[in-house]
């Protein structure tokens, strides 16, 4: 079974310049996450899907972060303009809610953004 | 809002010894995850943790949960070299808001 498959792997932007996320979650997968993790630190839920709904957006800032996951399969996080703070390891992750409860996150390899 | 503390931040173990770390929040909990990250890695599921005082062991890990459902502790037996990396817990309240806590980085010393 393929995992999380997240591109790209890694992106240098000069700041002011857009940028764009790419996530596929496992197949069946009906819940996905994306996280922005900073050097020494967990990772920081952006927004929850469940499907094509997004239920917990509350971290994204939304002036510059935009997110969308149109057919409740794979998803897109883009950020316009970036800014220097922006420079990270964007995590994308998703589970199952078939599992008897037990939620488990599945994390793709991430995209490492360099933000000059 | 919630907040979650994991301490120590980091942790250094000499290879044979044990260790403990703890997830502490200032909300109850609905369930706490421990999750494992190697050096350059991504976050690996250990186990979830959903019943007041619940406590699961994976051969050398105990995972326990403290019975007001606040704080949660990972306590790793006989270290081993394969045991370095960072452990997370990550923590959803009851209202289903998730927060994954700072880290313990574990360091292991031949």
């Known amino acids: 079974e393929a995992g999380v498959v997240q591109s790209p792997r890694y992106k240098i932007i000069e700041k002011k310049q857009p940028v764009a996320f790419w996530c596929n979650p496992i197949s069946g997968h009906n819940t996905l996450y994306w996280y922005r993790q900073n050097l020494g630190q967990g990772p920081e839920l952006l927004i929850r899907?469940?499907?094509?709904?997004?239920?917990?957006d509350s971290q994204l800032p939304k002036d510059r972060f935009s997110a969308e996951r149109l057919k409740g399969v794979d998803s897109t996080l883009k950020i316009q303009p970036a800014e220097l703070g922006d420079s990270a390891v964007y995590l994308c992750a998703s589970s199952s809610s078939a599992g008897q409860g037990i939620y488990e996150q599945f994390f793709g390899p991430g995209t490492r953004l360099t933000v000059l | 809002g919630q907040q979650v503390m994991q301490i120590p931040q980091y942790q250094h173990v000499q290879e044979g010894e044990d260790f403990t770390t703890y997830c502490n929040s200032s909300t109850t909990l609905s369930n706490i995850q421990w999750y494992k990250q190697r050096p350059g890695g991504h976050p690996v599921f250990l186990i979830q943790?959903?019943?007041?005082?619940e406590v699961k062991k994976q051969k050398r890990l105990t995972f326990q949960f403290g019975e007001a459902k606040k704080n949660s502790s990972l306590h790793i037996t006989a270290t081993q070299t394969t045991d370095v990396g960072t452990y997370f817990c990550a923590a959803t309240d009851s209202w289903g808001k998730l927060q994954f806590g700072a880290g313990t980085q574990v360091v292991v010393t031949p």
């Open positions: 899907y469940e499907n094509e709904e997004a239920v917990d």
């Open positions: 943790l959903v019943k007041s005082g």
